[in-house]
Antibody
Framework: QVQLVESGGGVVQPGKSLRLSCAAS????????MHWVRQAPGKGLEWLAL????????FYADSAQGRFIISRDNSRNTIYLQMNSLRTDDTALYYC?????????????WGQGILVTVSS | QSVLTQPPSVSGAPGQRVTISCTGS?????????VNWYQQFPGTAPKLVIY???NRPSGVPDRFSGSKSGTSASLAITGLQAEDEADYYC???????????FGGGTRLTVL
């Protein structure tokens, strides 16, 4: 069965960096786009970034553009989110999610989420 | 302010039918981008319940259905059960932002 497991979260000071990982299993990883979505405490869902199945294209929300970098390693079935210049409003639960179909607009599987707390 | 607008809360008694609306614009739902719906229980990850406007993933009860008209979409739940109490989010793509976008979420309370 499909499994997505995030790691790398924690408490970090404003201005610092953090890299999240999402290890995937149970499907042909290189066939699917993968996303990062976050949820601030008590708030709704916010899409952050997409990496295409072959890693040749990345897309970002305005809130992530210029500070966050999404990448993937198809040999390791893993995607990453490099987060730089972190701000207190980046505090959130970060989910990785899988494309429903190649090029689809929906996310059919989600990880359990990993908490990132930005605080001095 | 979310690009897609949902009511903050809806409620219904067991057995009743409830609908959750999702209002967009002519840069997302209105130009034909599919609407998808997610169910989220407190402390857990979202779960896809409707995709591509009106399709149910395997395992989602047929009490859940989706529809779309113009710049809006709706999630309907019939035969409401206590286990349906959760937050529900609509999601689509916005061509002006070139982003996937979510509604602000709706808390469904089963009375």
């Amino acid at each position: 069965q499909v499994q997505l497991v995030e790691s790398g979260g924690g408490v970090v000071q404003p201005g610092k960096s953090l890299r999240l990982s999402c290890a995937a299993s149970g499907f042909i990883f290189s066939n699917y786009g993968m996303h990062w979505v976050r949820q601030a405490p008590g708030k709704g869902l916010e899409w952050l970034a997409l990496t295409r199945n072959d890693g040749t294209e990345e897309f970002y929300a305005d809130s992530a553009q210029g500070r966050f970098i999404i990448s993937r390693d198809n040999s390791r079935n893993t995607i990453y989110l490099q987060m730089n210049s972190l701000r207190t409003d980046d505090t959130a639960l970060y989910y990785c999610a899988k494309d429903g179909n190649q090029g689809s607009s929906w996310f059919d599987y989600w990880g359990q989420g990993i908490l990132v707390t930005v605080s001095s | 302010q979310s690009v897609l607008t949902q009511p903050p809360s809806v409620s219904g008694a067991p057995g009743q039918r409830v609908t959750i609306s999702c209002t967009g614009s002519n840069s997302n739902i209105g130009v034909g981008y599919p609407v998808n719906w997610y169910q989220q229980f407190p402390g857990t990850a979202p779960k896809l319940v409707i995709y591509d406007n009106n399709n149910r993933p395997s395992g989602v009860p047929d009490r859940f259905s989706g529809s779309k008209s113009g710049t809006s979409a709706s999630l309907a739940i019939t035969g409401l059960q206590a286990e349906d109490e959760a937050d529900y989010y609509c999601q689509s793509f916005d061509m002006s932002l070139s982003d996937s976008v979510f509604g602000g979420g709706t808390r469904l309370t089963v009375l």
